[in-house]
């Protein structure tokens, strides 16, 4: 028992509990053997009466004859079917000689319903957990979990600066690899096929033209023990296809590329890309942009996390943008003076949806008369009109850099800044605050962003904007539960419809906004600012652990529910019937409602707000 008890605690979701809950888990562990490629659960419409663990060995999980994935030890499979009380949707057998542990579901289903298996119960649905009910088919295996260690598939060319593009070239394919690392002593360059054709063959160099001169330098990299969707998350962000894997000493490992990284759906972010970055006029790209939604839809069935999803919206966006901007200069010249564009809210945070709309900010050097004003502000309605087209939605409420509360010289917007957060209650500052402390740079050199983050950092007097922030952050609170068909609220009102970006996700990412800018941080994403809050202390570890995982599950169900209504062609909202979800999803969220409720009361009571 105490062997069993060792080895489940190393695992999710038992890695949490206290040493009584896993010892009696531990004690009630059915131990079975299946030999080689023997049926575990045989039949896909039956449901599972049991939740095994692979304790050696490893499970086949197979739908039609297609192989869905491989589990291995710690893994968990069935518990779904169990708890659901709905058919496996697929076959499970031994790989390879295999131990498993059985656990009924009176033991089982404790430690499932707690509010620490959020994050388990988020992350299985890449292993067949359906958030909402009536999903018939399981996501094919993805790479995004595994180390990208794990995924490389041929050793890397290293090469001295001095080498010639035609030695090089040489040495790629006898690799077979399509690209060569240049070794530049405290930091690695980076020389594609790509590079060979349009830097040297294109152009006519010589053959013995030297790497160093061609190569692409310094190589954005990745650490050996990131995930196949850290990886991807970085390759979109910067716009390349090969990552240079380093080791923890900083020695290379190999080069992932996005071959490696992901099936043909996978790639439809990069594609797309490439083709709004040619597109050479505004209708172009609206025409490129239109194939967002069918891209979102490919990267969730490929098994990529809410987050990863998000990320993949915010980097079209910003391509879409950057390119409209640079049509704009080319048919109407630049303006007079440096500016950064700046998106904010949930762009800013890298955090969209299919559903969310655009808030962008202006910030140029130079004064702030009303004449350059108005010449920045027509160009923002230029840009701003060919993005309407590409299919995003522009704020309705008028945080656009189109208008003037919205575009101004950096040097008035840090006076703002510092205006808003010692008197965030004169002219809509806690609004403007919430929305500006998000922005991230789309287009610009200026160190726009930088600046206003340092205003904001820098005012003295902030405890009454803080304050004001963690008020906002205890308005909307979550509902207590389901009952029937209907959502509960603390009012004691029944709805027919959850809003899961209203009642969901806003508490969190207000709890986050003013625990992450309480602990000095300013323009960052919702898990960010929950780990920094964490490490400043103005979180504890138990509430970062609360939010965290409401904020993973939360953000699943969210993207889930809208690329099914893609899929179905329809505009995506943030309203769910409640009957839509699947049992186990309803008392998941049930108990992450109760987490962030927690969070609030104790914020409440820290601040010393009145109770209520």
Same mark, same amino acid.
């Given at each position: 028992?105490?062997?069993?008890?060792?080895?489940?605690?190393?695992?999710?979701?038992?890695?949490?509990?206290?040493?009584?809950?896993?010892?009696?888990?531990?004690?009630?562990?059915?131990?079975?053997?299946?030999?080689?490629?023997?049926?575990?659960?045989?039949?896909?419409?039956?449901?599972?009466?049991?939740?095994?663990?692979?304790?050696?060995?490893?499970?086949?999980?197979?739908?039609?004859?297609?192989?869905?994935?491989?589990?291995?030890?710690?893994?968990?499979?069935?518990?779904?079917?169990?708890?659901?009380?709905?058919?496996?949707?697929?076959?499970?057998?031994?790989?390879?000689?295999?131990?498993?542990?059985?656990?009924?579901?009176?033991?089982?289903?404790?430690?499932?319903?707690?509010?620490?298996?959020?994050?388990?119960?988020?992350?299985?649905?890449?292993?067949?957990?359906? /958030?909402?009910? #009536?999903?018939?088919? $399981? *996501? %094919?295996?993805?790479? !995004?979990? @595994?180390? +990208?260690?794990? =995924?490389?598939?041929?050793?890397?060319?290293?090469?001295?600066?001095?080498?010639?593009?035609?030695?090089?070239?040489?040495?790629?394919?006898?690799?077979?690899?399509?690209?060569?690392?240049?070794?530049?002593?405290?930091?690695?360059?980076?020389?594609?096929?790509?590079?060979?054709?349009?830097?040297?063959?294109?152009?006519?160099?010589?053959?013995?033209?030297?790497?160093?001169?061609?190569?692409?330098?310094?190589?954005?990299?990745?650490?050996?023990?990131?995930?196949?969707?850290?990886?991807?998350?970085?390759? /979109?962000?910067? #716009?390349?296809?090969? $990552? *240079? %894997?380093?080791?923890? !000493?900083? @020695?290379? +490992?190999?080069? =992932?590329?996005?071959?490696?990284?992901?099936?043909?759906?996978?790639?439809?972010?990069?594609?797309?890309?490439?083709?709004?970055?040619?597109?050479?006029?505004?209708?172009?790209?609206?025409?490129?942009?239109?194939?967002?939604?069918?891209?979102?839809?490919?990267?969730?069935?490929?098994?990529?996390?809410?987050?990863?999803?998000?990320?993949?919206?915010?980097?079209?966006?910003?391509?879409?943008?950057?390119?409209?901007?640079?049509?704009?200069?080319?048919?109407?010249?630049?303006?007079?003076?440096?500016?950064?564009?700046?998106?904010?809210?949930?762009?800013?945070?890298?955090?969209?949806?299919?559903?969310?709309?655009?808030?962008?900010?202006?910030?140029?050097?130079?004064?702030?008369?009303?004449?350059?004003?108005?010449?920045?502000?027509?160009?923002?309605?230029?840009?701003?009109?060919?993005?309407?087209?590409?299919?995003?939605?522009?704020?309705?409420?008028?945080?656009?850099?189109?208008?003037?509360?919205?575009?101004?010289?950096?040097?008035?917007?840090?006076?703002?800044?510092?205006?808003?957060?010692?008197?965030?209650?004169?002219?809509?500052?806690?609004?403007?605050?919430?929305?500006?402390?998000?922005?991230?740079?789309?287009?610009?050199?200026?160190?726009?962003?930088?600046?206003?983050?340092?205003?904001?950092?820098?005012?003295?007097?902030?405890?009454?904007?803080?304050?004001?922030?963690?008020?906002?952050?205890?308005?909307?609170?979550?509902?207590?539960?389901?009952?029937?068909?209907?959502?509960?609220?603390?009012?004691?009102?029944?709805?027919?419809?959850?809003?899961?970006?209203?009642?969901?996700?806003?508490?969190?990412?207000?709890?986050?906004?003013?625990?992450?800018?309480?602990?000095?941080?300013?323009?960052?994403?919702?898990?960010?600012?929950?780990?920094?809050?964490?490490?400043?202390?103005?979180?504890?570890?138990?509430?970062?652990?609360?939010?965290?995982?409401?904020?993973?599950?939360?953000?699943?169900?969210?993207?889930?529910?809208?690329?099914?209504?893609?899929?179905?062609?329809?505009?995506?909202?943030?309203?769910?019937?409640?009957?839509?979800?699947?049992?186990?999803?309803?008392?998941?969220?049930?108990?992450?409602?109760?987490?962030?409720?927690?969070?609030?009361?104790?914020?409440?009571?820290?601040?010393?707000?009145?109770?209520?």
């Amino acid at each position: 028992m105490h062997d069993i008890a060792d080895f489940l605690r190393r695992h999710p979701p038992f890695d949490d509990l206290d040493e009584l809950t896993l010892e009696h888990v531990a004690a009630h562990a059915e131990i079975e053997f299946h030999a080689a490629h023997v049926a575990i659960l045989q039949s896909a419409e039956a449901r599972s009466e049991f939740a095994y663990v692979v304790r050696r060995g490893s499970v086949e999980l197979v739908t039609d004859g297609r192989l869905l994935d491989v589990l291995g030890e710690g893994e968990m499979f069935g518990f779904a079917s169990l708890l659901e009380e709905a058919p496996l949707g697929f076959v499970a057998r031994a790989a390879e000689d295999t131990l498993v542990l059985r656990f009924s579901a009176d033991v089982i289903r404790p430690v499932l319903e707690r509010p620490a298996s959020a994050r388990f119960i988020a992350r299985s649905m890449n292993k067949g957990v359906r /958030l909402l009910a #009536g999903h018939d088919e $399981l *996501p %094919v295996p993805s790479t !995004g979990g @595994r180390q +990208v260690r794990e =995924l490389i598939r041929a050793s890397p060319l290293l090469c001295p600066p001095a080498t010639s593009v035609q030695e090089a070239a040489r040495g790629m394919v006898e690799r077979g690899v399509t690209c060569a690392v240049v070794d530049l002593g405290d930091r690695l360059g980076i020389v594609t096929d790509r590079d060979i054709r349009t830097r040297v063959v294109a152009v006519g160099a010589h053959p013995e033209t030297p790497i160093s001169e061609v190569m692409s330098a310094p190589a954005w990299t990745v650490p050996a023990d990131s995930t196949g969707t850290d990886a991807l998350l970085t390759m /979109l962000d910067h #716009g390349v296809r090969h $990552l *240079p %894997v380093l080791d923890p !000493g900083r @020695r290379l +490992v190999g080069v =992932l590329d996005d071959v490696d990284l992901m099936a043909s759906e996978r790639r439809a972010p990069f594609r797309l890309r490439a083709a709004i970055a040619r597109s050479p006029d505004a209708e172009s790209v609206a025409r490129a942009a239109a194939e967002l939604p069918d891209t979102v839809i490919a990267l969730h069935d490929a098994g990529l996390p809410a987050a990863a999803v998000s990320r993949a919206i915010a980097s079209i966006h910003d391509s879409v943008t950057a390119r409209l901007i640079d049509l704009d200069r080319q048919a109407h010249g630049p303006p007079p003076v440096p500016y950064t564009w700046l998106a904010m809210g949930s762009f800013g945070r890298f955090e969209p949806f299919p559903s969310s709309d655009i808030d962008c900010a202006l910030a140029w050097d130079g004064p702030d008369d009303e004449d350059l004003r108005g010449e920045m502000q027509a160009l923002a309605e230029r840009v701003l009109s060919g993005v309407a087209r590409s299919g995003f939605r522009l704020d309705a409420h008028g945080a656009l850099a189109s208008k003037a509360l919205f575009a101004r010289s950096v040097e008035a917007w840090e006076d703002a800044a510092r205006a808003w957060v010692e008197h965030p209650d004169r002219r809509r500052g806690l609004m403007l605050l919430s929305v500006v402390v998000e922005s991230n740079p789309v287009w610009g050199a200026t160190a726009a962003a930088e600046r206003i983050a340092a205003a904001f950092a820098r005012t003295p007097n902030r405890e009454v904007m803080l304050k004001r922030l963690a008020a906002a952050a205890l308005v909307e609170r979550p509902p207590t539960g389901f009952r029937r068909h209907f959502v509960l609220h603390w009012s004691g009102e029944r709805k027919g419809e959850l809003d899961i970006k209203r009642r969901g996700l806003h508490p969190i990412e207000s709890l986050a906004r003013w625990s992450g800018l309480a602990a000095g941080v300013s323009a960052a994403s919702t898990r960010a600012r929950i780990d920094a809050s964490e490490g400043a202390g103005t979180l504890d570890a138990e509430d970062a652990v609360l939010l965290r995982d409401a904020y993973e599950l939360v953000s699943a169900l969210r993207m889930e529910h809208q690329v099914e209504q893609l899929r179905g062609g329809l505009p995506p909202d943030d309203l769910i019937d409640p009957r839509s979800l699947a049992p186990l999803t309803r008392t998941s969220l049930k108990e992450a409602f109760r987490g962030v409720a927690r969070v609030q009361r104790g914020v409440r009571l820290q601040l010393g707000f009145a109770p209520r």
